[in-house]
């Protein structure tokens, strides 16, 4: 199997190059596209997706609904569109970008895209890809804040550092009104 081939980005998300999957997760200083995205649904609840067992990091933890690597060629709403099919067999969503910042770490570097997604679909069935997902469940968005603060919710990294970059978003965002959820601290 041939290795993916990933464009590398600079600070500003632009295209300087490319590198295969091995050598982006082996080198700190090739910067690679990603998209992580948080599902709504009708009731203001957030899709989290069980990692499987078999991924190498948070094997089994509880993540963000999906996130996945653009490779080469892909712009952030074209990767989206593809994780959401592949992991979940989302086709019918709405997509806001929240956010967008690098996380460095000791062996990669990620340019992050960060979505908040609505679904409409009550009665929407998932079909998940198993290699990558376990199991998915709804939460309240009040559920996750106090899964986390009692440590009973065991979730990537992801989850803890987006986690608040979400909220602030929809405490200030006219979408909580039309969409997504009140905020956590006006609900009772």
């Known amino acids: 199997m041939q290795?993916?081939?990933?464009?590398?980005?600079?600070?500003?998300?632009?295209?300087?190059?490319?590198?295969?999957?091995?050598?982006a997760h082996q080198?700190?200083?090739?910067?690679?596209?990603?998209?992580?995205?948080?599902?709504?649904?009708?009731?203001?609840?957030?899709?989290?997706?069980?990692?499987?067992?078999?991924?190498?990091l948070g094997a089994g933890l509880w993540d963000i609904s999906v996130g996945?690597?653009?490779?080469k060629g892909d712009n952030p709403k074209d990767g989206l569109e593809r994780e959401l099919r592949e992991?979940?067999?989302?086709?019918?969503?709405?997509?806001?970008?929240?956010?967008?910042y690098i996380v460095r770490q000791e062996s990669q570097s990620e340019y992050i895209y960060l979505y908040l997604i609505y679904i409409d679909n009550p009665d929407q069935d998932f079909y998940l890809q198993e290699e990558e997902v376990e199991e998915v469940r709804w939460y309240d968005l009040k559920?996750?804040?106090?899964?986390?603060?009692?440590?009973?919710?065991?979730?990537?990294?992801?989850?803890?550092?987006?986690?608040?970059?979400?909220?602030?978003?929809?405490a200030k965002s006219a979408l909580k009104d039309r969409h997504f959820v009140q905020h956590p601290s006006s609900q009772t």
């Open 3 to 23: 290795d993916e081939i990933f464009d590398i980005v600079d600070e500003d998300g632009l295209i300087i190059s490319e590198a295969t999957r091995e050598e």
């Open 27 to 56: 080198n700190p200083n090739l910067l690679h596209p990603v998209v992580h995205a948080w599902i709504f649904n009708h009731k203001g609840q957030v899709l989290l997706q069980k990692r499987a067992k078999t991924k190498k």
């Open 68 to 71: 996945g690597h653009l490779v």
């Open 87 to 100: 992991e979940l067999y989302i086709v019918s969503y709405e997509a806001y970008l929240i956010d967008t």
């Open 143 to 170: 559920e996750i804040i106090n899964g986390i603060h009692y440590r009973q919710l065991l979730c990537t990294q992801w989850v803890w550092n987006q986690l608040p970059v979400v909220l602030q978003y929809l």
